[in-house]
């Protein structure tokens, strides 16, 4: 009886992510003495946009089991943002190659990510370490160090917004309603879930366990490769740094947002709650006019918080 | 000598033989390279990453990784560019109450049975909140007795070498060699059979850290003396290199195999690495993809040599 | 060596007075008197969880009895937690746990730093090799073994020995008590010998070993002393005197025999599997469209390692293994190998049929639904909602849950881990019923099973032995004796 309730009430971590940035929202209207709060939102959805398209990635990989984890995101990003703006070349009518060849960059990072992990047994994290160090070399000659400006269009598309609401945001939320429903309702998200939970009985009851493995690097790579693309039209054009803070913002975001770390459980709402979150924490603090250095600090005090308190989830119960 | 004998030794040799070929590839190409002022110049970098690079051996030991490395470092730096110059006192409290954070966070892994990854990461940022509160922008300065430390010339060979020689001879002693070092091995090895013994794993966790923590401080400190000005972003990149001077030193990420003269090998090689291609005239674009492509080399022997010995008798 | 007085020998070395130990509901060990004497040797012996390794866990310290006395060089205690594992060893108590529990990475003399706490300080690793050297020399004479070698680099044999070794240094205090517990199961003959020989001169010094094995013939060379369990309790007890492996076989043995049902075969003559024989002295394997084919011996033995292998054939070519089926295997180790802890009764079950009930891509729902309810209907699986974790069910119906997932699936192969394990008498009748009757439609099954009664829903039983299959018996043939005989035969 006990673990039923527990599962029902548990059933939605994510729950508490929203709360979360709604507290942190309801926070900063107050201290702007109620002004602006529609800005606000508007912001955090265009640029939590870019964190859950990301993370939704990450999200796989960590739900792939222990030990798993993406770190070749942002040299990613860094790639694939200027694989894009050089195909476009400030053509609009080269936009759609431009971003079928950042997602292909992405993907291509992807499989090799797998390729490593499978050919050098080595762990996720080292794999995707050394892919990550090449690619940020690969990244840098192709872009040769210039920036080059996205098409017009392609500029104007990003930064659309119709009522407030960012386009961005739009797509951001197809690309984690198509996740959610990979995960609930194809071989392919069951095996995800299968295989973190046990990869020894995932392959016992039939589960293609390295199919599983190659795919889901190949996705998170795919979706980093399309958020690159979009960062640079978005803030006009490629720039190396532009993916440095999401290494670490994606595994928080896909921590807090109660994926489990140890596998098996994905939570696709819960990445958009927690992204909103860490935008509005930092939106809160600043209108609380917190000092930057105290602001990251609280951050990570959050994060250890949410972990702790989450607490040590045994992989075998 | 059975070839898996061989084998065996032949990994062991790994580290030594990758950094013995990059030096001979640089001193080929620039044979003014080889002398005091030449290698010094070459390596001085390396001492700080060889302090990190431990600190990451000693957490990776007990299968735990260190997400936070790179910022504590940074931390470390900024402290010794402001507050241990302008108070000295208040400086050297700022330095001991990190290290004691850093055992309370080993403290609460164990406790909770957190993954290490996770909880490092949101360390990671504590740390770097931090910094940027002590030092927000770029700036401060060494101490002076820092600063001429670093700067010293000692007879024979570089600083830099004197120093990764002896922290080599102490790391090998102290967890390789030494009864302490066994347990922390052991209880990376079969943390069980560890517990079973009557050991505590909390107790060896909380050390654990704690020892990160000190050889952090060095590196940061040693960082401060080669750079003589303060960052909190300014070693960033040490989270993702230890961990790959670590594994390029021959360790595995579970298992207690972890190899001090070895890591201190990678730290070396990765330096060195950068250096590497200036010396080459490649574009210095490069220089964060051959530490990758070393790295992928040197695992894709490890993976060959490690298949060679399932096959041999 | 001189002999020890008669009267010091009977002195207790260790006494346990109504020990028992449940884990939850489950009963492992009903209250039961146990003692070794000064220079004694006990041998233990009964089948798979009949209570062994709980019984040695608690005279270890590892586990808290739950009930009882335990009275030990001066600690007594009543199930609390003042005698641990720390306590026990500084009474003098060692173990040899089943699972090899050395630390891989570390060398032969290192592994005596673990277990010794007081190893320390300058020239410890001389001292520690010095005390693992001569352990090894005492016990196993041309042992080949060197101190610096790294244990998880020595074959499992070495490791074994390298263990019980271990077991026997000494630090601080004497060893008063050393519990073995299959110490032999990787050692050859010979070394076994070894072992059995230094049993009985560490006995002469008034010291106390217990010996846990499968291996009968060396349970009556080293023991003073046989208790043999059963169901939790012990059964019988006997001075080696006198005692025949016959005796301790038949004390062991079995549940009374019952009127059987007869099966009728449905087996046919298209074989659906074939293994070829995995080495000298070895049987091949087959199975028919329409039989039950039982997998008997003792645990760990062979059999799962045989299913696995079947069932990764069909994933990889493997040139021992002809396949001509589907395969689904149904786990016997629920934890380990067969449960989704994270999931619902319903996924649990569909996660085998899952490619086939696919449309356009999509797990078709409302199939998978009436599937799982069908299933419930078929197994009586109790539950008020599929939705429900597998964690709210009890192991009988969690097994149930597995029974689905591979009887649901179109497979035509049926691999069977020992799926009874801690599955109620109810349940199995059900169970029964149901692979006859699917074996009736064209199925086949590969059945290992630990329990002699199953077997006799088999057509044909493959008896394994040390990793091999030595002997093949029709279900004419069968008898419980056959399958013991065969069980125990020992290769020397």
């Known amino acids: 009886m006990m673990a039923i309730l527990k599962a029902r009430l548990g059933g939605a971590p994510w729950l508490w992510s929203f709360l979360g940035a709604a507290a942190a929202w309801g926070a900063t209207l107050i201290a702007a003495h109620g002004q602006g709060g529609g800005q606000i939102l508007t912001a955090a959805f265009t640029f939590s946009a870019f964190t859950v398209l990301v993370s939704l990635g990450q999200m796989l990989v960590i739900t792939t089991g222990p030990g798993n984890v993406d770190l070749s995101i942002p040299s990613v990003i860094a790639l694939s943002g200027a694989v894009a703006m050089l195909t476009m070349n400030e053509r609009p009518e080269m936009m759609l190659p431009g971003l079928v060849a950042a997602i292909a960059a992405g993907a291509a990072v992807g499989i090799a990510n797998y390729g490593l992990i499978r050919l050098l047994r080595i762990p996720p994290i080292i794999a995707t370490l050394s892919s990550s160090l090449v690619v940020t070399s690969i990244a840098i000659t192709v872009g040769r160090g210039l920036t080059v400006k996205p098409p017009q269009l392609f500029a104007d598309l990003v930064s659309f917004r119709f009522a407030g609401i960012p386009l961005l945001a739009v797509v951001a939320l197809a690309a984690a309603v198509v996740v959610a429903l990979t995960l609930e309702r194809t071989v392919y998200g069951r095996s995800v879930s299968a295989i973190g939970q046990s990869r020894r009985v995932a392959q016992l009851a039939g589960l293609s366990v390295e199919r599983t493995r190659l795919l889901t690097y190949l996705i998170s790579g795919a979706l980093a490769g399309l958020t690159g693309a979009l960062i640079a039209g978005f803030s006009g054009g490629n720039a190396l740094d532009q993916g440095q803070e999401y290494l670490l913002l994606t595994i928080a975001v896909v921590v807090i947002g109660g994926t489990a770390v140890s596998g098996g459980r994905a939570s696709v709402p819960g990445v958009w709650g927690a992204a909103l979150f860490m935008f509005l924490i930092v939106t809160m603090l600043n209108a609380a006019g917190t000092a930057p250095g105290l602001r990251t600090l609280l951050t990570g005090l959050i994060i250890i918080a949410v972990i702790a308190i989450g607490g040590g989830e045994k992989l075998r119960p | 000598m059975t070839s898996r004998r061989l084998l065996v030794l032949a990994e062991r040799l790994l580290p030594a033989l990758t950094l013995a070929l990059l030096l001979a590839a640089i001193f080929h190409q620039q044979p003014r390279a080889m002398s005091y002022f030449g290698l010094n110049l070459l390596l001085n970098l390396a001492v700080p990453i060889v302090f990190a690079t431990l600190a990451q051996m000693v957490v990776i030991a007990v299968n735990d990784l260190d997400l936070s490395i790179g910022a504590y470092v940074s931390l470390v730096a900024c402290i010794g560019a402001t507050l241990l110059v302008q108070t000295p006192w208040l400086g050297v409290l700022a330095l001991l109450g990190a290290v004691v954070l850093y055992a309370a966070v080993g403290a609460l892994i164990a406790w909770r049975g957190l993954p290490s990854i996770v909880v490092t990461l949101g360390l990671s940022f504590v740390w770097l909140g931090l910094a940027v509160t002590v030092l927000p922008t770029p700036g401060g300065h060494a101490p002076a007795w820092l600063a001429t430390t670093m700067g010293w010339k000692p007879p024979l060979a570089p600083l830099a070498l004197w120093i990764a020689a002896v922290v080599s001879l102490v790391g090998w002693f102290a967890v390789t060699r030494s009864s302490l070092g066994v347990v922390l091995r052991g209880a990376g090895g079969n943390a069980r059979s560890v517990a079973r013994a009557g050991w505590s794993l909390m107790a060896i966790r909380v050390a654990v850290y704690a020892t990160a923590g000190i050889l952090g401080l060095l590196s940061g400190l040693s960082l401060l003396g080669l750079t003589t000005s303060g960052d909190a972003n300014i070693a960033s990149r040490y989270t993702l290199i230890s961990i790959a001077s670590v594994i390029l030193g021959g360790a595995s990420f579970v298992g207690g195999r972890v190899f001090p003269v070895g890591a201190v090998l990678g730290a070396m090689t990765l330096t060195l690495a950068a250096s590497f291609l200036t010396f080459m005239r490649i574009s210095p674009d490069w220089q964060v993809g051959a530490q990758g492509l070393i790295l992928i080399a040197v695992l894709a022997i490890r993976a060959v040599l490690a298949r060679g010995k399932e096959a041999a008798p | ?492």
């Not at chain 3, 073995?180 to 010094?205: G, K, Y």
Request: hydrophobic share 45%; proline share 3%.
């Open chain 3, 1 to 492: 060596m001189p002999a020890l007085p008669d009267a010091a020998r009977r002195e207790p070395l260790v006494t346990l007075t109504g020990v028992s130990k449940s884990f939850g509901a489950v009963q492992a060990l009903r209250p039961v008197d146990f003692k070794v004497a000064v220079g004694e040797c006990v041998g233990l012996v009964g089948h798979n969880g009949a209570g062994k390794s709980t019984l040695m866990n608690v005279v270890a310290g590892v586990l808290q009895a739950s009930g009882g006395t335990l009275s030990l060089g001066g600690h007594r205690t009543l199930g609390g937690p003042a005698y641990d594992i720390r306590a026990a060893h500084e009474a003098g108590v060692r173990c040899v746990f089943q699972e090899l529990s050395l630390c891989p990475n570390l060398t032969v003399a290192e592994q005596a730093r673990i277990a010794h706490p007081s190893l320390h300080g300058f020239g410890w690793r001389r001292k520690a090799a010095a005390m693992m050297g001569q352990a090894l020399d005492a016990i196993f004479p041309g042992h080949g073994i060197a101190m610096d070698d790294t244990v998880g680099r020595l074959t499992i044999g070495r490791r074994q020995m390298v263990e019980i070794a271990r077991a026997f240094t000494e630090s601080t205090g004497p060893a008063q008590l050393v519990i073995l517990d299959e110490p032999t199961s990787s050692l050859d003959a010979e070394v076994a010998e070894q072992l059995v020989a230094h049993i009985r001169r560490f006995v002469e010094l008034g010291r106390g070993v217990i010996l846990i094995s499968h291996k009968i013939n060396e349970i009556l060379a080293a023991s003073d002393r046989v208790v043999v369990m059963r169901d939790g309790g012990i059964v019988a007890e006997r001075l080696r005197q006198g005692t025949t492996r016959e005796d301790l076989v038949g004390a062991m043995g079995h549940v009374a025999e019952r009127a059987r049902a007869v099966r009728i075969s449905s087996a046919t003559a298209d074989q659906v599997v074939a293994m070829a024989s995995g080495g000298p002295g070895s049987l091949g394997l087959t199975a028919a469209r329409g039989e039950i084919v039982g997998l008997a011996g003792l645990a760990g033995h062979g059999q799962t390692e045989a299913l696995l292998r079947i069932q990764q054939a069909a994933a990889r070519r493997d040139r021992a293994v002809t396949l001509r089926a589907t395969v689904a295997l149904v786990a016997g180790d629920r934890t380990a190998d067969g449960i989704f802890p994270l999931w619902s009764i319903e996924r649990n079950m569909s996660a085998r049929w899952l490619p086939h009930m696919t449309r356009h891509g999509l797990i078709d729902r409302a199939i998978e639904r009436s599937e799982a309810a069908r299933w419930r209907e078929r197994l009586a699986l109790r539950t008020p909602d599929l939705r429900d974790p597998i964690l709210s069910l009890s192991g009988g119906n969690q097994q149930k849950a597995l029974f689905a997932r591979a009887l649901g699936s179109p497979a035509q192969l049926i691999l069977m881990d020992d799926p009874m394990r801690g599955v109620d008498i109810g349940t199995k009748q059900d169970v029964y019923a149901m692979i006859a009757d699917e074996a009736g439609h064209g199925r086949s099954f590969l059945w290992y099973t630990t329990e002699v009664d199953e077997l006799f829903h088999c057509d044909r039983v493959y008896v394994f032995n040390a990793g091999r299959i030595v002997a093949e018996i029709a279900a004419a043939d069968l008898s419980e004796d056959a399958v013991v005989r065969a069980s125990f035969q020992e290769h020397a």
